[in-house]
């Protein structure tokens, strides 16, 4: 069955330090993955995709994530991170070329002390 | 425009009661997605509809829990004897109909608590 793994459960920052946050997951064909992001108090919002193509991608707010296949990983990344990021991630994965279910990871929580 | 909507946000019911949460998607998406979250764990999914029809109920837990989307657009999640393991916030996402893979969007969630 897939899965995908969250390698940080809570993550403590200053403001203006780097952010990496690790995925991995398990799926042998192709895959779609995202990363959601949830603010305190609101509802998950997409932060970025990855279909095909360039496998750097990047996403609002000055996010990015990049697809190692032979790691079967999409480690999200940030230069420098703002107490407005404050919140919680979500790794997710869908099956490629189908509008199915995604199989989301448990989330890292990033809190960052202004 | 609007957003995916949710209701009730918040639900407290006792257990072996019935509860409907109700899910209304952006207007113009075909695709309907159930899923839910427990405390500490991402979202798990349930059930996805493409219209009318669920294309894919395999996340449905059991026979207590069954969702409807008779007109292709709204959707109500029913849970028929609920259980204290019920307890947790359930999602609803949708999606355009396209050739390809489309991102999901979420609405707000329905806290259920079933005391």
């Known amino acids: 069955a897939q899965s995908v793994s969250q390698h940080n459960h809570h993550v403590i920052l200053s403001e203006a330090a780097s952010l990496e946050l690790g995925c991995n997951y398990s799926?042998?064909?192709?895959?779609?993955l995202f990363w959601y992001v949830q603010y305190p108090g609101q509802h998950l919002q997409l932060l970025l995709k990855?279909?095909?193509?360039?496998?750097l991608v990047k996403g609002i707010k000055g996010f990015e994530a990049e697809f190692i296949k032979s790691k079967f990983s999409f480690n999200l990344r940030k230069p420098s991170v703002q107490w407005s990021d404050t919140a919680e991630y979500f790794c997710?994965?869908?099956?490629?070329?189908?509008?199915?279910?995604?199989?989301f990871g448990k989330g890292t929580k990033l809190s960052v002390k202004p | 425009g609007a957003g995916v909507s949710q209701t009730p946000s918040n639900k407290v019911t006792e257990k072996g009661k019935y509860v409907e949460l109700r899910c209304d998607p952006i207007?113009?998406?075909?695709?309907l997605y159930w899923y839910r979250q427990s405390l500490g764990q991402g979202p798990e999914f349930l059930i996805y509809f493409q219209g009318t029809g669920a294309a894919d109920d395999s996340g449905l837990p059991n026979d207590r829990f069954f969702a409807v989307r008779p007109e292709g657009s709204v959707s109500t999640l029913k849970i028929q004897r609920t259980e204290r393991g019920d307890s947790a916030v359930y999602l609803c996402a949708s999606s355009r109909l396209a050739g390809g893979p489309l991102e999901q969007y979420f609405g707000p969630g329905t806290r259920l608590t079933v005391t």
């Open positions: 990855y279909f095909s193509g360039d496998p």
């Open positions: 997710a994965v869908g099956r490629g070329g189908s509008q199915g279910n995604l199989i």
């Open positions: 799926y042998g064909g192709t895959v779609n």
């Open positions: 207007s113009g998406h075909t695709a």
